[in-house]
């Protein structure tokens, strides 16, 4: 059984710099099984995708996130990160992992996804 679990601040200041971890457990990152996404939603929004890497480290990012973030991974920890950098009240939202077999660009309906973590909510707020 593959889980995941997004880990790191719940409180960002403005302008700063989002981090977050997802650890994945029951599947090997590297192994090529899965791609790697975060999705995130929005107070009284719905779901938006933000981007995805593969396991051999590439990347594919939302156009309307793509100057802001990057994902990569440790393979020695079995992670995935995000980084959301120059943050503002608007990215306020409850952060998503997810793993998928097939590699899913802009689609954020749960059904495509083989694998979701909890999600996290993260509050942009001075």
């Known amino acids: 059984q593959v889980q995941l679990q997004e880990s790191g601040p719940g409180l960002v200041k403005p302008s700063q710099t989002l981090s977050l971890t997802c650890t994945v457990s029951g599947a090997s990152i590297p192994t090529g099984l899965y791609y790697w996404a975060w999705i995130r939603q929005p107070p009284g929004k719905g779901p938006e995708w933000m981007g995805v890497i593969s396991s051999s480290g590439s990347t594919y990012y939302s156009p309307a996130l793509k100057i802001r973030t990057s994902i990569a991974r440790d393979t020695s920890k079995n992670q995935f990160t995000l980084q959301l950098l120059s943050v503002t009240p608007e990215d306020t939202a409850v952060y998503y992992c997810?793993?998928?077999?097939?590699?899913?660009?802009?689609?954020?309906?749960?059904?495509?996804?083989?694998?979701w973590g909890q999600g996290m909510q993260v509050t942009v707020s001075s």
């Open positions: 997810a793993a998928s077999k097939r590699l899913i660009i802009g689609a954020t309906a749960e059904h495509l996804y083989d694998y």
